[in-house]
């Protein structure tokens, strides 16, 4: 993977799982449109600190993928 689409992927995960922390993201403002959110300024589907604990999986997890695809290319497999 070229170093423009490392950045491209970690831009990627980085935004997607931001939007489930802001409450003016249309992921959760389609939530207070649910009956039993009403009445819930600034709702979430997740907080702050959780969104950071999937950021960082997700970036452990890219880190390992590139590692493997690195081992297999320098084993020119």
């Given amino acids: 993977m070229k170093q423009s689409e490392i950045r491209e992927t970690i831009k990627r995960l980085v935004a997607g799982n931001l939007r489930y922390c802001d409450p003016k993201d249309p992921t959760c403002m ?17 907080s702050a600190e959780e969104v950071l604990d999937d950021i960082i999986v997700d970036l452990k997890l890219l880190q390992d993928e590139l590692n493997i ?9």
């Fill in 69 to 77: 695809t690195a081992s297999f290319n320098s084993a020119q497999l």
């Fill in 30 to 46: 389609d939530k207070v449109e649910n009956p039993f959110h009403k009445g819930f300024e600034g709702y979430t589907i997740q």
